[in-house]
């Protein structure tokens, strides 16, 4: 499982996920200086996206030996963590308080996208070079075969 580098980047996005549970993604100052932190768990928008861009990164993370679901699997997973992005960019251009700060975790779910990224690619590349084997395969056993066919007839 770990021999190849796609769970090696499905292993790290899922880490970087499970990490929005307790990171804070913005900071907002007070008017007397007093600092409220706000967390991926305190909207509950934040909080259905994140559990859904984990589970869909451990599903993928899991169906090692299924390239084909996987891969598919690693799409999905991207494509919500660009949702995820999509709304923490919505509440930083469109909706925040005035003395509004986010912090460095904001760009997680983006992080997170292009590690499945690079994941797709490589498990596309991997069954490429397992397809190709297996016709190369397919295609010494076809020639091994036509010559016994020949050998017998004589």
Do not use: H
Request: proline share 3%; charged share 20%.
């Amino acid at each position: 499982m770990w021999q190849r580098i796609q769970t090696l980047y499905l292993g790290l996005a899922a880490v970087l996920t499970l990490s929005l549970f307790w990171v804070n993604v913005a900071r907002i100052l007070g008017p007397e200086g007093e600092v409220e932190l706000v967390g991926f768990c305190d909207k509950s928008l934040y909080l259905y996206l994140v559990i859904a861009c984990l589970a869909a990164n451990l599903a993928a993370f899991s169906t090692y030996r299924l390239r084909i679901l996987q891969l598919r699997l690693a799409v999905v997973s991207a494509l919500l963590y660009l949702g995820l992005q999509g709304v923490v960019a919505y509440d930083f251009f469109f909706n925040r308080p005035q003395q509004m700060v986010f912090l460095l975790p904001a760009v997680f779910p983006l992080v997170c996208a292009i590690l499945d990224a690079l994941a797709v690619r490589n498990i596309f590349l991997d069954e490429a070079m397992v397809r190709s084997s297996y016709r190369l395969r397919q295609g010494a056993r076809r020639r091994r075969n036509e010559r016994r066919k020949e050998q017998r007839k004589r």
